[in-house]
């Protein structure tokens, strides 16, 4: 297992963690196992949050008697100081602990929730204040969608860590210039969703599935994530041992894929024909169709900027309109020369896209 720095906090977490959210899932003695496996097997960063049910009181059954052995990362929803200080409180007594390693403000995914967590009297203040007291060591925070509010909260400086979703197919679009950013200020790296809520797995039956040893597009959506050297520590969600000891041996092989295996996983992706999170369909990273193009149209991001104005919240669907606006090309300058569709490896039907994007944003 690789461990990694994470960012400023100066931990050495383990470059493959533990993502709880789907402990609800499980009964208590399969947690435990796939817990104590995963320390077993050099798995050392825990992520949980107060909002993922009994994963709290799962993990305290299962692992605090190895409390020294791992770092453990829980959330607060709640916005106010005295909410989340009575958040942190529960957190402590289900995990049957002392402190808290990374104290997580959870899911701050728009200007006016970065406002009330900032402001005084919200949940920032409780953070500091338990820090101070020896509750918490670390500060930090998961964000989704909203790139500028991302920006402001790892410009703030008060984040030490930041928890944010991403995947091969650059869901969330954070590869381009958060991660950077967030890097450039020395932050904990963490990624959830390495699997794009669990879509970027093979078609294999239950039985295939336990029958591999592991699943190639897993395996290589997991090694594309881990061989950022951005990156402290991607926590996968985990169910069971089976799950943990497949994530686990991406720990040991953390080198970049090749072109020709990249080339090769993004085919094997394209051929599932899946929509994946907020309907996207274009997989983003492999551009094949953007080299053909004559008009020089940038085709994934006019993808990216339908999914941005049709799917996100409301108060977030006008990332889209800025996004488009900010091509040089836009759509309508398509002459339906059908070059980008012999290279598109999810089949997309990318004229009938450059028209309803046209349209949409005139
Ligand atoms: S069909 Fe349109 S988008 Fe596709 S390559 Fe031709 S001009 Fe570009
Ligand atoms: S349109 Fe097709 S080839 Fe172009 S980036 Fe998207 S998936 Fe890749």
């Known amino acids: 297992m690789e461990y990694r720095r994470l960012g400023r906090t100066e931990l050495n977490v383990s470059v493959i963690g533990f993502g709880t959210i789907k402990f609800p899932q499980v009964d208590a003695d399969e947690a435990n196992r796939a817990l104590n496996r995963a320390l077993d097997l050099g798995i050392n960063y825990i992520d949980t949050a107060r909002a993922y049910q009994d994963s709290e009181s799962k993990i305290g059954a299962a692992i605090k008697d190895r409390r020294d052995e791992y770092i453990i990362a829980t959330k607060s929803v709640t916005r106010d100081a005295a909410g989340a200080r009575k958040d942190l409180e529960t957190s402590l007594n289900e995990l049957g602990i002392e402190y808290v390693d990374v104290w997580k403000i959870h899911s701050v995914s728009d200007g006016d929730m970065f406002k009330q967590v900032m402001a005084p009297g919200g949940s920032l203040s409780a953070a500091k204040k338990a820090r101070a007291e ?3 060591n670390h500060i930090g925070l998961s964000m989704h969608r909203d790139l500028k509010t991302m920006k402001a909260a790892i410009n703030s400086d008060e984040f030490e860590v930041i928890l944010l979703p991403h995947s091969i197919i650059n869901q969330e679009g954070v590869e381009d210039e958060v991660i950077p950013m967030a890097k450039e200020h020395d932050m904990g790296i963490v990624i959830m969703k390495p699997f794009s809520d669990g879509l970027l797995i093979s078609n294999m039956s239950a039985e295939e599935r336990q029958r591999a040893d592991y699943d190639p597009i897993a395996r290589g959506s997991l090694r594309f ?6 990156i402290s520590v991607v926590i996968p969600g985990m169910r069971n041992v089976k799950e943990v000891e497949e994530n686990v041996a991406v720990g040991n092989m953390t080198e970049p894929l090749n072109d020709e295996e990249l080339k090769e996983l993004l085919a094997e992706i394209g051929k599932l024909g899946r929509e994946f999170r907020y309907g996207q369909t274009c997989l983003m990273r492999c551009k094949y169709c953007e080299d ?20 996100y919240p409301n108060n977030l669907k006008s990332m889209g309109a800025e996004l488009y606006n900010s091509l040089d090309v836009k759509p309508s300058a398509c002459t339906e020369c059908q070059k980008c569709l012999d290279v598109c490896i999810a089949n997309l039907s990318i004229i009938e896209r450059m028209k309803d994007a046209a349209s949409m944003f005139s």
Do not use: H, L
């Not at 994530?225 to 951005?230: C, G, L």
């Not at 004559?294 to 993808?303: A, L």
């Open 134 to 136: 020896g509750k918490i």
């Open 225 to 230: 994530v881990a061989s950022n050297e951005a």
């Open 292 to 311: 053909v193009c004559p008009e020089n149209i940038e085709i994934s991001k006019v993808y990216r900027a339908v999914v941005m104005a049709t799917s």
